[in-house]
């Protein structure tokens, strides 16, 4: 991953133990630690939101799609097909695509008005 030799690495430990001190330099590599751990729960639980959120969006569609189309009676007369059916699909997948926007949309909006946004917040 960072390519980083033995060589490097006893280096970067001989450095590391000069500027901490061998006293605290447990308690430093104890912090950082912790600090990856914690990165990596924060990432998992962003990945699982986002998974979660094109989950609810693809089974709708996906059943749309597998629906059985009917067969075409005339291939050039555009007049054969209902369009009261092609309505209903429409209408269906404008639906599903207005639910999860009012779900996502809804969800960030309760968050930023009770103050605890899972969104980190791009502050400088």
């Known amino acids: 991953m960072f390519n980083i030799g033995p060589w490097e690495l006893a280096l970067i430990l001989v450095v590391a133990l000069i500027v901490v001190g061998p006293g605290k330099l447990p308690d430093v590599a104890k912090a950082i630690g912790k600090g990856i751990n914690e990165f990596k729960k924060v990432t998992t639980g962003y990945k ?20 059985p189309v009917p067969e075409k009676k005339e291939e050039n007369n555009p007049s054969q097909t209902d369009p009261v059916k092609t309505e209903k699909k429409t209408d269906q997948l404008l639906a599903t695509a207005d639910n999860f ?13 009770d103050g605890t946004s899972s969104i980190p917040s791009q502050d400088k």
Do not use: H, S
Request: no cysteine; aromatic share 0%; hydrophobic share 30%.
């Open 48 to 67: 699982r939101e986002l998974q979660d959120a094109m989950d609810t969006v693809q089974e709708p569609v996906k059943q749309l799609i597998d629906e």
């Open 101 to 113: 926007e009012a779900d996502i949309l809804g969800n960030k909006q309760e968050d930023t008005n």
